[in-house]
């Protein structure tokens, strides 16, 4: 059984030992603003992606409260119609794009990968610096398009609306996605080549931890996929600028095939999203159950299977369209086959926390809430994957409902998990236990008041993407409202906790949860400017606790 | 397989000293001259995936109208000349033997015929682009590029630019004085009507994504451009050696690459029909 | 840990880079020469055929893709692989629209 300890964190306490503090590390090695700006170090371009898709996330949820106030009554009267397509079409490419493409690959994946792996950097650190830089200008001119006036055509940019009928600034928006589509790849090929070429000695692929499969699972996706968004929305662009019909069927052009290339990517994107979080959670939930991660091999495969399987079922979207029906069956028994290895996961975790001794520190209470989450917006796109209930459900808040059981469940519980999990490493600080295992709490409470009744909303028929409905979906719709109140309260909560304890927290020693790899093992927290004081040599598979436990909690 | 015994030596000094003799090509984040090969040459071909996706996206396009419209495509694909495609086709592949030339010359060490098979590659590849606008021009001047009289839903775009070949062939080099359109097709052509529309939609759409995808194809020129011409005079100012050539290496993948997206092009775009006979 | 096999081969002879030029030129021929015959619903997968043997000797001989590391096989690979993905799975979409039983 396992042992629950419910005082926090025996071993939180900086030993006298350990002086890492007072050292020179990476943070603290130059001050000037420049030394930030033109950074080649991967902490803090780490950190210069963490406060701007912060800030990029702020926007994204002030436009989803407007969405919410706006669905509080039924009739459409806190914005206008046009305004309400805007809001939800910004909220879209902002979360989606700007915010939960880049957060754990660039953020975590910036910071912790080479450090993981045993590396002084990333393969290309200019590379990396570049991504960043061309992340931001995405991120400027997405913007510049909003204050222009807005997008109004849905983060999908269906045709021939997109194409021909829209009055808003398609093309403006489809240039800064063009641009952070750049950041996206460079990204996902440093990390490709980081981790191929990257590793220290003795770290074998079978040695690695299961986050970098998943980085590295996620970079291929990135890779693959992100050129052909790129090209179909230059098409887009193309189209509108030059007056021809690609897309346009009064044109001869096919609006299914946009569909298709839109697809091709934006489903692969979704695992973009998700696949950093499944491997995070591996981290998480190992380092606090003391348990070494159940079906090491089988989880490292299961997050290339999601990857590769994520390119053959995007047609699930298209159900409705008009597509062929016996492709769609095809599409529909493969989208079946994504639950295979989800589901590996999901078993592997709860193995992994049987028999294990649990500590309830915050990133778990944070992995608790995606591991509930995650499961039911998994099990619930079953239901979207079958055909003829997808019919019934399309477009309808049943879909809205599943896509933020993954998107926010799980990807940004997962990504939430990680910020709290390695701010000692990142910060050397610890933040406060208390209000960490509050805002978890709070945020998974909000999050299925917010979410669930949209299920049940779906279900009966509401559409999604109207900014009126009729008056027997209000009470839900007040609930789903009220929910994203208690959300939004959850997730601003860490925005002040954290950064004080920047300033103002206990000290962290280099190893405050006792974990196995080496970005916990071999480095200060902070890390030094080069990491590691010599190459860490590897010498067995990760989560390997037995005899370690004692050692860590005698520090 | 034979080792170079510089590279060798250089590996031991690094294993034995550590940081601090580092090789002067040697970034500080990597071990050895290797391992920065090896990632170099990963790092290109991982870039090379994404722009096979990248041309892959319009590719896709291409195959699904080709397969909708097949039979106006050919027939569209026989006003391009082919002469043009396979001038440039034989041009491009020059180029590609002459950068084949210029990464041998690097890994041999010669760096002066380096520089130079990089500039001849440039030479090729601003011939290719002068046949090729030249073959704009011409396309332009017959209505089939993107500009004049191209857009607008109900025209008979497909017999205009028919008409205007015609009349080209006639009266060499006064192209661009073409007629308005409405004076070339009257209103009342009875042969004409919703099959005319049709075609002329079916047919625009072949060159609107032959003008994509070879512009696509000439701006990843116009890039190598730039960085072949960046390496050349790295490569004259003898930067490369036989322990580090890399960025030679990688601009040739780079090139080859831009090879192939025209090896596949050419005969989508300009065979099609060509057994329709002109 | 990098595998070095790959990085250190030797240049390859000039012998060889002039017979693959010359053989790519007679395949352009043989494929101007296919594109005039009528071989009907075939033309396309002939024309295709050349493009990937030309595109194989480019990525054989001129990219060194014969002394290339395994790994970069699995990246070709995979290109060709997501790309046949893509271009097959949406053309089965159109092919079976018009599907009767």
């Known amino acids: 059984m396992a042992t629950v300890s419910l005082e926090s964190r025996p071993y939180e306490k900086v030993s006298d030992h350990d002086s890492s503090h007072e050292s020179v590390n990476y943070l603290n090695h130059d001050h000037s603003i420049l030394s930030w700006l033109l950074t080649l170090d991967h902490k803090r371009i780490g950190l210069l992606y963490l406060v701007t898709i912060t800030l990029m996330f702020l926007l994204g949820g002030a436009l989803a409260g407007a969405v919410r106030l706006e669905l509080l009554t039924p009739k459409g009267d806190l914005l206008a119609a046009d305004t309400y397509n805007k809001a939800f079409t910004a909220h879209g490419i902002i979360m989606l794009f700007f915010f939960l493409i880049p957060s754990i690959p660039a953020v975590m994946g910036n910071f912790v990968l080479p450090l993981m792996i045993g590396a002084k950097d990333v393969a290309f650190p200019r590379l990396n610096l570049l991504s960043y830089y061309l992340y931001f200008a995405g991120s400027v001119i997405a913007l510049t398009a909003l204050l222009l006036g807005g997008v109004d055509t849905g983060w999908t940019f269906y045709t021939p609306f997109s194409s021909t009928y829209s009055n808003s600034y398609v093309v403006v928006m489809a240039v800064g996605l063009f641009v952070v589509g750049f950041s996206s790849i460079l990204t996902g090929l440093n990390f490709v080549v980081t981790v191929h070429r990257m590793r220290c000695p003795g770290l074998t692929w079978f040695r690695l931890p299961l986050f970098i499969w998943a980085i590295y699972a996620t970079s291929v996706v990135q890779l693959l996929g992100t050129p052909v968004i790129a090209v179909t929305l230059g098409l887009l662009g193309v189209e509108r600028t030059l007056g021809v019909g690609i897309f346009d069927p009064r044109l001869g052009g096919d609006p299914i095939l946009f569909q298709h290339l839109f697809w091709f990517y934006s489903h692969p994107a979704v695992y973009i999203m998700i696949l950093p979080s499944l491997g995070l959670i591996s981290e998480v939930i190992s380092t606090f159950s003391k348990k070494t991660v159940f079906g090491y091999h089988i989880i490292a495969f299961s997050s290339i299977a999601i990857a590769v399987f994520g390119f053959i079922v995007w047609a699930h979207h298209m159900f409705t369209t008009g597509i062929s029906p016996y492709a769609a069956m095809v599409f529909s028994l493969l989208t079946f086959s994504v639950a295979i290895p989800s589901g590996i996961k999901v078993f592997s975790w709860l193995a992994t926390m049987y028999g294990g001794s649990i500590s309830f520190d915050t990133p778990m209470i944070y992995a608790f809430g995606f591991l509930g989450l995650f499961t039911i917006g998994g099990l619930t796109g079953l239901f979207l994957s079958t055909l003829g209930t997808d019919i019934h459900l399309h477009d309808t808040y049943f879909i809205v409902a599943h896509f933020h059981y993954i998107m926010v469940g799980g990807a940004i519980m997962g990504y939430m998990a990680g910020v709290h999990f390695w701010w000692p490493k990142i910060t050397g600080r610890l933040y406060s236990e208390f209000w960490g295992k509050l805002s978890a709490g709070i945020t998974f409470i909000g999050f299925n008041f917010t979410f669930f009744p949209q299920f049940i909303l779906g279900y009966l028929g509401m559409p999604r993407r109207y900014y009126e409905y009729p008056d027997e979906f209000q009470v839900l719709n007040v609930f789903s409202t009220a929910g994203a109140s208690i959300l939004a309260i959850g997730y601003l909560m860490p925005m002040f906790y954290m950064p004080l304890s920047f300033f103002f927290g206990e000290k962290a020693n280099s190893n405050p949860y006792g974990a196995t790899t080496l970005d916990w093992t071999d480095t200060t927290s902070p890390p030094s400017p080069h990491n590691f004081e010599k190459t860490p040599v590897v010498t067995e598979e990760p989560y390997n606790f037995h005899g370690k436990e004692a050692a860590v909690v005698s520090h | ?278 | 840990m990098a595998s070095s096999e790959h990085s250190t081969h030797q240049p390859a002879s000039l012998t060889l880079y002039l017979g693959t030029f010359g053989m790519l030129m007679l395949l352009t021929v043989l494929t101007i020469f296919a594109g005039f015959q009528n071989f009907g619903m075939w033309s396309t997968h002939i024309a295709l055929g050349i493009a990937v043997v030309k595109a194989a000797l480019v990525v054989v001989i001129f990219m060194h893709g014969y002394s290339s590391s395994p790994l970069t096989w699995v990246i070709i690979l995979a290109s060709i692989f997501f790309l046949t993905i893509m271009l097959g799975m949406m053309l089965s979409d159109y092919v079976s629209r018009g599907w009767v039983i």
Not at chain 2, 161 to 185: C, R, Y
Not at chain 2, 207 to 227: D, K, P, Q
Not at chain 2, 239 to 267: C, K, M, Q, R, T
């Open chain 2, 1 to 278: 397989m034979e080792r170079r015994p510089r590279l060798s030596a250089t590996n031991q000094t690094v294993q034995d000293h550590g940081q601090h003799h580092h090789h002067k090509d040697l970034a500080h984040h990597f071990d050895t001259l290797e391992q920065q090969h090896d990632a170099n040459t990963l790092g290109m071909w991982a870039f090379l995936l994404t722009e096979v996706l990248f041309f892959g996206g319009l590719f896709a396009a291409y195959t699904i109208y080709r397969y909708k419209y097949s039979a106006m495509f050919e027939e569209a694909s026989n006003h391009l000349d082919i002469t043009l495609g396979a001038t440039n086709t034989v041009i491009l592949i020059l180029s590609s033997l002459t950068m084949a030339l210029a990464v041998r010359c690097s890994q041999t060490g010669q760096a002066v015929w380096t520089g130079r098979w990089l500039l001849i590659t440039i030479f090729f590849g601003l011939m290719f682009l002068g046949v090729k606008y030249f073959e704009w021009k011409h396309d332009y001047n017959i209505r089939l590029m993107p500009g004049k009289d191209w857009a607008g839903k109900d025209f008979f775009w497909w017999q205009y630019a028919k008409k205007a070949k015609e009349m080209e062939k006639h009266d060499k080099g006064h192209s661009h004085a073409l007629p308005d359109p409405k004076d070339v097709l009257p209103d009342n052509d009875p042969s004409l009507g919703v099959k005319g529309i049709q075609e002329s939609q079916q047919a625009r759409l072949f060159f609107l994504l032959y003008f994509c995808m070879t512009s696509l194809h000439a701006l990843h020129m116009l890039v190598g451009f730039v960085l072949i011409g960046i390496i050349a005079y790295f490569a004259y100012q003898g930067a490369y050696s036989p322990d580090y050539y890399s960025p030679v290496e990688n601009i040739g993948l780079y090139w080859h690459f831009v090879d192939i997206v025209w090896i596949f092009l050419f005969p989508l775009l300009y065979l099609l029909g060509a057994h329709m006979g002109h």
